[in-house]
């Protein structure tokens, strides 16, 4: 079983137990480390529309458009849509579509699906990659905010990353 963590400052207690926090009645905040506390970032998000209301788009390269939302003590200030060039190139669509999420100064990238390629080029340009959920592109910063989304993996399945499906019968080696 999972032990709590117990912290005592001054005379609040606060008990820490699986990502759940309580206070005592005494304290004069809730206290939860997992709440995200931004300041000042950028976040590019791929988007099916032109702005924050519109879906979150399902793949990061070939998205039509970037929204990029900067955000400001824990709030939306301002929100400015990229048109994604990438939309209908033959190759590379991701890295093209990563460095222009680079070249907006963002310092995190969501998205539902992030191509190997694409994820490679963002953490080269040491942007933090999260993985989006259903909904809009507001619904997904603000569970960013609140940190309820969660870094993206850099998945290893599939056709193309595991042995097999290739020419020379790689089943029986």
């Known amino acids: 079983?999972?032990?709590?963590?117990?912290?005592?400052?001054?005379?609040?207690?606060?008990i820490h137990i699986r990502g759940y926090s309580i206070q005592s009645e005494v304290g004069p905040k809730v206290w939860n480390p997992y709440v995200r506390k931004v300041k000042k970032m950028k976040v590019a998000i791929s988007s099916t529309g032109k702005d924050i209301e519109s879906q979150i788009s399902p793949i990061f390269g070939r998205?039509?458009?970037?929204?990029?939302v900067n955000i400001e003590n824990n709030k939306i200030k301002s929100t400015e849509v990229i048109?994604?060039?990438?939309?209908?190139?033959?190759?590379?669509?991701?890295?093209?579509?990563a460095q222009i999420v680079g070249n907006t100064e963002a310092k995190a990238?969501?998205?539902?699906?992030?191509?190997?390629?694409?994820?490679?080029?963002l953490q080269q340009?040491?942007?933090e990659i999260y993985?989006?959920?259903?909904?809009?592109?507001?619904?997904?910063?603000?569970k960013f905010i609140r940190g309820e989304l969660?870094?993206?993996?850099?998945?290893?399945?599939?056709?193309?990353?595991?042995?097999?499906?290739?020419?020379r019968g790689r089943w029986n080696e």
């Not at 079983?1 to 606060?14: F, G, R, S, T």
């Not at 969660?150 to 097999?164: E, P, S, V």
């Open 131 to 142: 993985e989006g959920v259903g909904g809009t592109v507001k619904d997904n910063i603000e």
């Open 83 to 97: 048109e994604n060039p990438a939309i209908n190139q033959r190759g590379g669509a991701g890295i093209v579509a």
């Open 125 to 127: 340009l040491e942007i």
């Open 109 to 121: 990238a969501i998205s539902l699906a992030f191509g190997p390629r694409a994820f490679a080029a």
């Open 1 to 14: 079983m999972e032990q709590p963590n117990v912290y005592v400052q001054n005379v609040d207690i606060k």
């Open 63 to 68: 998205c039509p458009y970037f929204a990029v």
């Open 150 to 167: 969660k870094k993206a993996q850099i998945r290893t399945a599939g056709f193309g990353f595991r042995r097999g499906f290739g020419r």
